[in-house]
Structure formats: C-alpha cells, structure tokens
C-alpha cells in the first residue's frame, strides 16, 4: 500500500568545511529538523504548520515550499502536499537550516510518489531553495543532507556530485554562538577573483582533505582543514574566531574552520571523548566573551535524510 503522510528528519551539515568553499559539505547526526510531509487531493504545496523558528509559512517564501513546488514542476503527479515543518536547526546559524528544510521536503515527497526521482534530481530541486535563502544555488549543504556523509560537488554543470567516505572515529563538534549571519550577507563580502598562489594552496588542501578523508588517515584530514580564500574575510564577522581557532588544537581537535556561512565554528576530531573535550575549549572561549552559544558534537550522518 502507498503511504499518504512520512515523518522524516533532516540533518544539519557543515559546508565549505575550510578548503571546499561550496564544493564540500558533511551531514550530522545529532542535529537536525523534524517535518512531516503528506500527500492531499488539492495540487501545489502548502506549509500547514511551521514550529521553532519565525520563518514565511507562504508555499514561496518558504525553501520548503519552493523546493516541492520544484519537484511537483517536474512530476506527473496530479495531487500535491501538505508540509509540518519542526525546526531545531536555527535559521542563520551557518549548519545548513535552509538545506535541512529543502532536501527534507523534497525526498519525502519522493518516498511518498514511491522514488520516482534519483538523488541527484533531489539535489537539484532542493538547490532551488538555497536560491530563495541566499540568491546562490549552491549545492554544499543539501548534497551531504540528501546523500549523507561527505559529499564533493566536482561540478555544478552538468550537475555532478561525489560521495566521499567518512572515517569511522571522525566526529564534529559545532559551537553556534547566539548571533544570526545571513548566508547572503556574508557572500556579499567576498572577493571574487583570487591569485594563482593562493589557488594553488587552496587546491592542495582540497585534495589533501578528501586524500585523508578515502584514506583515514587524520592527520592528514588536520592539515588540511585550512582555508585561504574566504575565512580569512569571514571570520572578522565572528567575535571570539580566532580564541576558539586556538583552543580547539589545545584539546586535541584536528583542525577547524567557520561552518558554511558562518557563525557557527566546527572542528573535527578523530574519536568522541576529544569531540567532547573540544566542547568544553569552545564553550570556555563564549564564557569568557559572555555571548550565548549552543553546542553539538556529532558523528558524521551517513545516511542523510531519514524516515523517522
Ligand atoms: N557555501 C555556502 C557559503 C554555504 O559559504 O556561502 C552556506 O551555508
């Protein structure tokens, strides 16, 4: 029997991961929003219940909303959908909120029209709501939420998306100090042209991430958590950056960087206890700075978007 209505939960996702500005993304396990999705007679998409977060509930203001309107565009399907969206992930928190709702949306709707799009379609339909969210449709967030694991965008045209395997003890931790970035300020302040040197550096560390990410090896993976390009902008927009930059490799993490847009900073560690000890460098960092935070440690999500 066909289902009429899924709960799913959708990830967060730490994208650009230092070197891989909008080329890189990973998802998380411990963090991410919950939506029920359903299908009905009458046809569009409408957003009939939008809990934790003050967003549009119109069907086109909402990435949700504009993400299932482009999977209906491309469908046969005669109905449409009705969407509960419960957000946990905060809205400019730099862990991929707008890609959680999108890439949920849209691979519910798969499920419930019994999977007649491949992932990759799904990427492209949810990228339509990182257009409405940040003017870019940039595919470094909903890839990894909709994949699971890492994910590399070797090319947005033709659209071609890598899955990259996750070493088993990798773990995130993600400190979101209380204060809201939006994805497309924070690219309005970005150069558009860079020198040959500092692409070849930036390129050395890409592949030196995903060489270390194939080969588990995680001090590799450390060494290349650098970013020339855009955290050496980024990073003025977030109080304390360099503190917690500091304090992360002091309690053992491997490396860390600005999450997507920021504000959120991530580090990776290998193991859970040090996951844990970078934590608390983070959080002592926000104590002494007296700004609100939250904090999550994860291991990687290899699934990706999941039915609950
Ligand atoms: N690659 C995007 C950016 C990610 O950094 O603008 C946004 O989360």
């Given at each position: 029997m066909t289902k009429e209505e899924i709960k799913?939960?959708?990830?967060?996702?730490?994208?650009?991961?230092?070197?891989?500005?909008?080329?890189?993304?990973?998802?998380?396990?411990?963090?991410?929003?919950?939506?029920?999705?359903?299908?009905?007679?009458?046809?569009?998409?409408?957003?009939?219940?939008?809990?934790?977060?003050?967003?549009?509930?119109?069907?086109?203001?909402?990435?949700?909303?504009v993400a299932g309107i482009e999977l209906l565009a491309n469908s046969d399907y005669e109905g449409g959908f009705e969407i509960e969206i419960y957000k946990k992930i905060k809205a400019g928190s730099g862990i991929g909120s707008s890609a959680a709702s999108s890439a949920g949306a849209v691979w519910a709707m798969n499920e419930l029209?019994?999977?007649?799009?491949?992932?990759?379609?799904?990427?492209?339909?949810?990228?339509?709501?990182?257009?409405?969210?940040s003017g870019v449709a940039h595919a470094d967030n909903v890839a990894?939420?909709?994949?699971?694991?890492?994910?590399?965008?070797?090319?947005?045209?033709?659209?071609?998306?890598?899955?990259?395997?996750?070493?088993?003890?990798?773990?995130?931790?993600?400190?979101?100090?209380?204060?809201?970035?939006?994805?497309?300020?924070?690219?309005?302040?970005?150069?558009t042209s860079i020198t040959m040197e500092t692409g070849i550096k930036q390129w050395g560390n890409l592949g030196?991430?995903?060489?270390?990410?194939?080969?588990?090896?995680?001090?590799?993976?450390?060494?290349?958590?650098?970013?020339h390009i855009v955290e050496p902008i980024r990073s003025i927009l977030i109080p304390g950056f360099d503190e917690v930059k500091k304090a992360v490799v002091q309690a053992g993490a491997l490396g860390s960087g600005i999450s997507g847009?920021?504000?959120?900073?991530?580090?990776?560690?290998?193991?859970?206890?040090?996951?844990?000890?970078?934590?608390?460098?983070?959080?002592?960092?926000?104590e002494n700075i007296g700004i609100d935070y939250e904090v999550h440690v994860s291991k990687v999500n290899v699934d990706g978007v999941r039915e609950l």
């Open positions: 799913v939960f959708c990830p967060a996702t730490i994208a650009n991961i230092s070197c891989g500005f909008d080329v890189l993304g990973v998802a998380l396990d411990s963090v991410g929003d919950e939506m029920i999705v359903r299908k009905v007679s009458e046809k569009g998409v409408r957003i009939t219940k939008l809990e934790g977060q003050d967003l549009p509930m119109e069907t086109l203001k909402n990435v949700a909303g029209l019994e999977k007649p799009f491949s992932q990759l379609q799904l990427v492209k339909f949810a990228m339509e709501g990182e257009r409405l969210a990894p939420a909709l994949f699971g694991g890492f994910t590399l965008v070797r090319s947005y045209d033709p659209l071609d998306i890598v899955t990259i395997p996750a070493p088993i003890a990798l773990y995130a931790t993600v400190i979101h100090p209380q204060i809201e970035v939006k994805t497309s300020d924070s690219r309005k302040i970005l150069k030196g991430l995903i060489a270390g990410l194939f080969k588990e090896d995680y001090e590799l993976i450390g060494r290349s958590l650098v970013d847009s920021g504000p959120s900073i991530f580090a990776l560690s290998e193991g859970a206890s040090t996951a844990q000890n970078v934590a608390v460098a983070m959080r002592g960092v926000y």
